[in-house]
């Protein structure tokens, strides 16, 4: 089974708070009050559209991240912190990334490879459930595809 995602995740009055602005962003809940938007293909050209913008890819360290992605977290992650998360797996293999923003700057820098998505959880202050990490105990395997929700 694949895993392919990119989703900004933070607390859920943030994300709900993100959700509210976007027509096309929808909040999933998930557990210890954290919740994430999924940035689908719609709800990206949604704001393109909007603002004219084009959505670049900004890093090379990531794979799905944009300059819409990069615009979202700097203006939500006032007070707070924000990681947006990516994987592209299947059948075991493949990368995960991410970058932590707070106060509308990078915390943690765009990084990539095993182990990336639960530092940015933790910092985010996901605590793990017994026997789970960071990742499982959010639930995120659940989520593998963005076009499921």
Not at 9 to 18: E, H, M, N, T
Not at 19 to 37: C, G, H, K, R
Not at 44 to 64: K, Q
Not at 128 to 144: A, V
């Given at each position: 089974?694949?895993h392919?995602?990119?989703?900004?995740?933070?607390?859920?009055?943030?994300?709900?708070?993100?959700?509210?602005?976007?027509?096309?962003?929808?909040?999933?809940?998930?557990?210890?009050?954290?919740?994430?938007?999924?940035l689908?293909?719609?709800?990206?050209?949604?704001?393109?559209?909007?603002?004219?913008?084009?959505?670049?890819?900004?890093?090379?360290?990531?794979?799905?991240?944009?300059s819409?992605?990069?615009?979202?977290?700097?203006?939500?992650?006032?007070?707070?912190?924000?990681?947006?998360?990516?994987?592209?797996?299947?059948g075991?293999?493949?990368?995960?990334?991410?970058?932590?923003?707070?106060?509308?700057?990078?915390?943690?820098?765009?990084?990539?490879g095993?182990?990336?998505?639960?530092?940015?959880?933790?910092?985010?202050?996901?605590?793990?459930?017994?026997?789970?990490?960071?990742?499982?105990?959010?639930?995120?395997?659940?989520?593998?595809?963005?076009?499921?929700f």
């Open positions: 089974m694949g392919n995602i990119s989703a900004i995740i933070g607390r859920r009055s943030i994300i709900q708070k993100l959700a509210d602005t976007w027509i096309y962003a929808s909040v999933i809940e998930l557990p210890q009050d954290f919740a994430m938007v999924f689908t293909n719609t709800f990206i050209e949604s704001i393109e559209e909007l603002y004219n913008l084009s959505d670049d890819f900004c890093c090379p360290a990531l794979d799905s991240f944009t819409i992605a990069e615009q979202l977290l700097e203006e939500f992650s006032f007070h707070t912190k924000l990681a947006y998360i990516e994987t592209d797996y299947f075991g293999v493949g990368t995960q990334g991410g970058v932590l923003y707070e106060n509308g700057r990078i915390l943690i820098k765009p990084c990539s095993e182990g990336t998505i639960n530092l940015l959880l933790k910092e985010l202050g996901v605590l793990c459930m017994r026997g789970l990490d960071e990742f499982d105990s959010l639930s995120l395997g659940s989520y593998r595809h963005m076009q499921d």
